[in-house]
RNA sequence: GUGGGCGUAGCGUAGCGGUUAACGCGCCAGGUUGUGGCCCUGGAGACCGAGGGUUCAAAUCCCUCCGUCCACCCCA
């Protein structure tokens, strides 16, 4: 039998791998939290931007660190037709410091306060909580290097936590020191590993070479006692990043937020200075960060602007709603139509969609029942929708008007 | 990248070597009804993830691949 005789059944795709449809039963949790991240954001001053979702490939590549997971093994890269190296973003800041400087944002009053919303794209083994495409939202405050910006956006991350009615999380917060103290410390760090890179794991021997400083939150168990006994970053700090710490944990004070200091915190991204922080669900499994971010005061000069400070943070909408559901909290739902339209003929069908316009232009939320279908159908149809009403067009409505 | 679980109608499941693959929900049609819901009847819908193998016989056993979920890692 030759191909031509069988013919074949058109393939069957499936969403690519480590993505997902937002169907319509989920769309009540999406707007749910979008709703709520505008209404924070917009509460604290900050504009929102949008920004797209490729660049350059060097604005991330450049930035997040060759030996960060993300530009190692997780981003997205092409080459476009017309030969330029292209990223899908992998996360949300890199970018938008990118258009601060494009659009000379250093001249507008500053700090500048920016929110997104959008999805990000990360080449990973799927699982709970942790998609190939997912939706963040980023918060940054450009262009001011107090800690009250520091607080400010952790602030903003709690009231939004609050507002969404999410009470069980912990904020975990270190500070990493900054240009002036750090190469110190990893000088420190690395003369205290340099002995003990037999003993630990090649994750470790691979760190110690190019980031230093993750040798801090090595998960492997064989490197534990290595960690515990390595030299304390807290002790190295200059007093700039010192008294920066000490100046955001008196704010948050003021703030009645309460955090847990966590010495082994460190990003897995080369440009965080000082503050870092993550906010972590009470219920531990998969999706262990609900959100995080911290200080890149370097971020903006390596990306050719100006010597700029900024902080942020940026939260998954996926997991958001995993702990919303998770939680029990309850999002209004999708409104039912207030008006079903049912027609018994042809020309009842007519004067159904008039109707219908007339009904949606006077403001009401209005389903035309399809055509062709038995008043029994139609009706039950209704009742499945939630309509509040519904109108009944047949041969004698018709001929009455 | 590493490890484990699972792939049977749109969804949730049963069947785990023997003839037309079952049930619930959903969908479609009809009956009943004071036009829906409830109840009753009927119907459509599955080459049992794909390919190969074992066997007289495979959804059922074996192998490979793919997909998916969960965990590690990493992170939102």
Redesign the pocket.
């Known amino acids: 039998m030759t191909s031509a005789e069988q013919p074949s ?1 058109p393939r069957k795709f ?1 969403a690519p ?2 993505t997902a449809d937002i169907l319509p039963e989920d769309w009540p949790y999406w707007k749910y939290v979008r709703d709520a991240a505008e209404r924070v954001c917009e509460s604290f001053g900050y504009r929102r931007i949008e920004t797209p979702i490729f660049e350059h490939a060097g604005v991330f590549l450049r930035t997040s660190g060759e030996s ?2 993300i530009v190692a093994k997780e981003v997205y890269l092409f080459e476009d037709r017309g030969h330029d190296m292209l990223a899908l973003r992998p ?1 949300g800041t890199a970018n938008v410091m990118r258009a601060y400087i494009e659009h000379g944002m250093a001249s507008l009053p500053q700090p500048v306060r920016l929110f997104y919303i959008g999805p990000n794209f ?1 080449y ?8 190939r495409q ?1 939706t ?1 939202l980023g918060v940054e405050a450009v262009g001011d290097a107090d800690a009250l910006l520091d607080a400010e956006v952790i602030d903003l991350l709690v009231t939004l936590f609050r507002e969404l009615g999410l009470s069980e999380f912990t904020v975990k917060l270190n500070t990493i020191g900054d240009q002036t103290c750090r190469p110190a410390y990893v000088d420190a760090l690395r003369s205290y590993y340099r002995p003990l890179l037999s003993q630990v794991c090649d ?1 470790c021997r691979m760190r110690f070479e190019k980031n230093p400083l993750r040798l801090l ?3 492997e168990q064989r490197c534990q006692s290595a960690v515990a006994g390595a030299p304390r970053l807290h002790g190295h700090l200059c007093d700039a990043c010192r008294e920066h710490f000490a100046r955001l944990r008196a704010y948050l004070a003021a703030l009645d937020i309460t955090y847990v200091i966590d010495e082994q915190l460190v ?3 080369d440009y965080y200075t000082r503050t870092v922080f993550e906010f972590h669900p009470h219920e531990e ?8 971010g911290g200080r890149y005061d370097g971020l903006v000069e390596l990306l050719g602007g100006p010597p700029t400070p900024g902080v942020g943070f ?3 909408f ?2 958001l709603i995993i702990n919303i559901k998770r939680q029990g909290v309850s999002v209004p739902p999708t409104p039912a139509p207030s008006l079903y339209i049912a027609h018994l003929t042809p020309g009842a069908a007519l004067a159904a969609v008039k109707l219908g316009r007339a009904a949606r232009l006077a403001g009401l939320q209005v389903v035309v029942a399809a055509a062709g ?5 139609q ?6 929708k939630g309509a509040a009403f519904a109108a ?1 067009i047949g041969a004698d409505e018709l001929a009455s008007g």
Do not use: F, N, V, W
């Not at 990973?124 to 998609?131: E, K, L, N, S, V």
């Not at 998969?286 to 959100?291: C, D, H, P």
């Open positions: 059944k499936a791998r480590g960060s997971d996360e990360r990973d083994r799927p699982q709970a909580g942790r998609y997912h963040q994750d939150d090595c998960k990003r897995g991204i499994g998969a999706q262990s960060s609900l959100g995080s940026g939260t998954g996926e997991r279908r038995s008043l029994k159908a009706m039950r149809h209704a009742d499945a009944i």
